[in-house]
Each structure stands twice: as structure tokens, then as C-alpha cells.
């Protein structure tokens, strides 16, 4: 990809204000991902055009994304920034990353006994509803979109983190709970 995309500083101005180490980068841009998407592509095809990746302080994002609304979807992945932060006591992303991938990925891979790749991506996507939401996105609208993440946090994409009813019904949860928090706030 040519050139920085225009939006760019606002986003990560947004990634910033959530965590301010944040960056953001293309994927097509990225050595790292393209050698990702080498082991990816095996079960997700389209990792290089349908995810974003975070890594560390450091958020990917498929150069195709630019031009839509990102806000929701940065709030998503500083959320894995928060959680690997975390994951080191608190002092920093790249501290707490080791540990991080070891929940997300590697002591859980199991499929379907990955419970913490299935709670990091629940409590991302929460803080992505609660950002919908506070910029006035309807409550339908929102649990539509937290109904088909909770379908893509359950299926091949996250290798089948946890049995999908769970999924489904956890996700149900947390979106009543963000959505009863919000009212009390916003009452
Ligand atoms: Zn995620």
C-alpha cells in the first residue's frame, strides 16, 4: 500500500486516548503479518483483508478498512492492549505479552478449552459496545453486531475458542450487562 491513510492520525489519536502507547498500521504494510498470514490462511483465508490483529501496543489494521467508520473497532483492539497490559502487572503491553499469548493462544489451544481467547475477545467487543452505544448507536443495533461477533468469536476464525452455545449465551450476557450499566449511567 502506498501512503498513510487519511484518517490515520485520528484513529490513532482515539487508540491514544485509550492507551496512549497505541499505534497503528496497515497490515499489507506489515513483515510481520504477512508472515502471520502464512500459518493464518489455514483457517482463516481472508486474515489479511477480514481482521484485525493486535500485538503488544501495536494495532494492524487491512488497508480495505480505511474509509469506514473505525472507531468501534479501535476501541476493540486498545482493549487488547488493556489486557495485555494487564497481563504485566500493569507496566506495559510488551511486559505483559508473553503471558497474554499464553492465554490467548498457546497453553489454551486446545479448541473449544481456549476459554481466555473467548474472554479477552468478550470483553473487547464489550468495550467496543459500550463506545457504540455512548455515540448513540440504537441498543438493537448493537446487539445485532455483538450476536454476530459472538457467531465469529464461536466459529473457525478464533479456532473454536469454546463450546459455541456457551459463547452465544455469554456474549447475551455481557450485552445485557453493558447495555443495563449503560442506562444507569445515561439515566
Ligand atoms: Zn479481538
Redesign the pocket.
Known amino acids: 500500500m502506498l501512503g498513510v491513510p487519511a484518517e490515520m492520525e485520528s484513529l490513532r489519536k482515539l487508540a491514544q486516548s485509550l492507551e496512549p502507547t497505541a499505534l497503528i498500521f496497515t497490515k499489507e504494510d506489515s513483515p510481520l503479518m504477512r508472515f502471520l498470514n502464512f500459518f493464518a490462511r489455514v483457517f482463516n483465508p481472508t486474515f489479511m483483508e477480514s481482521a484485525g490483529v493486535t500485538i503488544g501496543n501495536r494495532i494492524y489494521l487491512p488497508s480495505t478498512w480505511f474509509g469506514k467508520d473505525l472507531s468501534a473497532c479501535i476501541v ?2 486498545a482493549r ?1 492492549i488493556t489486557q495485555c497490559r494487564w497481563c504485566g502487572l500493569g507496566l506495559s503491553a510488551w511486559v505483559g505479552l508473553p503471558i497474554f499469548l499464553v492465554l490467548y493462544g498457546l497453553l489454551a489451544f486446545p479448541i473449544f478449552l481456549a476459554v481466555f481467547r473467548y474472554l ?2 468478550l470483553d ?1 467487543c464489550a468495550a467496543s459496545w459500550r463506545e457504540l452505544l455512548m455515540v448513540g448507536v440504537s441498543a438493537e443495533a448493537v446487539r445485532k453486531r455483538a450476536e454476530q461477533e459472538a457467531q465469529v468469536v464461536a466459529g473457525w476464525k478464533y479456532l473454536r475458542p469454546w463450546p459455541k452455545f456457551l459463547v452465544i449465551r455469554g456474549f447475551k450476557k455481557k450485552f445485557e450487562k453493558v447495555l443495563a450499566g449503560f442506562g444507569v449511567a445515561h439515566a
Open positions: 476493540h483492539e487488547h479477552f475477545e473487547a
